[in-house]
């Protein structure tokens, strides 16, 4: 009755932002990521009789607020009549900061839950019930580049292209490692109630889809980088003009994007995309990662610099 499992936070190249459904936590539009392989999240779930509620701890840190939607998911996966469970999370990057934490967590909680519970549902299953929890969970729960769609009242993931296919890496600068003032789904809300850009942001994401999905399967790193460039700069555009305005960015991601134009200007392979948060993710080719790294760690106010290949699928793995 105790699991452990492991899941890499995914980076949105074709994001979504909005939802259709609220309450089912349904995305308004599809979107395309890429999981990461050296970023992770470790969910060890234990089922116990004797405890009276459900406890968490992230980090070694007792997490009593976070508790409830940790709880919601573990009845989706086990049932309301299961145990009480003791979760124990651990992550190897910032958390609740723009890095798509959320997304490994809860892929990580219905692998680990599941597996504690007999290991009886589908990565479909798990897909499905992690989405509840948190929108791009659904994506992590599958490795190298991912498409979600929502479909007939739920989503499907989709493995485009292995990690092994196109070994691109990813170059994060943290630009301020603290959490988000206004969540994610807060803020999508707001979006999709007062931006005028809404609606069109809709209307063009299967264009951006289908470019970007053509240029992976070619592996069209110039298509690609435009089509994700420029859909990462839509979605923020929704929020700015949104009310109260949603501006995630701050100085630094200002300048740390203008970095990575400067070093495309020169000939290197990269491009950069941000979500809800003021992170910046510099995708390259292998041989760009040391030039791209340079020029990230040299820009002020950066605090940290991550890396990272793509990666697998999330899965169990030993206790120990």
Known sequence: MRATARAHPNIALIKYWGKRDSVRNLPAAGSISATLGDLWTSMTVDLDESLQADVLAVNGRGRADLLPRVARCLDDVLGTSRA??????????????????????????????DAAGGGRRSTAELASLAGRASGSAARSLCGGFVELQPADGDVTVTSLRPASGWPLRVVIAVTDAGPKAVGSTEAMEIS???????????????????????????RDFSGLATVAEHNCLK???????????????NGV???????????????????FTIDAGPQVKAFCAAADEARVHAALAAVAGVTDVLVSGLGEAAVPIDDA
């Not at 979605?235 to 960015?249: L, T």
């Open 84 to 113: 009480a469970a003791r979760v124990a999370s651990r992550a190897n990057f910032p958390i609740a900061a723009g890095i798509a934490s959320s997304a490994s967590a809860f892929a990580a909680l219905v692998v680990a839950a």
């Open 192 to 218: 999709r109630a007062t931006s005028p850009f809404y609606a069109r942001w809709l209307e063009q994401q299967a264009d951006d889809l289908a470019a970007a999905r053509a240029a992976i399967a070619a």
């Open 253 to 271: 991601t200002l300048d740390c994007m203008r970095a990575v134009r400067e070093l495309r200007s020169e000939g290197s392979d990269v491009f």
């Open 235 to 249: 979605m923020h555009s929704v929020m700015w003009s949104s009310r109260p305005p949603i501006v995630y960015w």
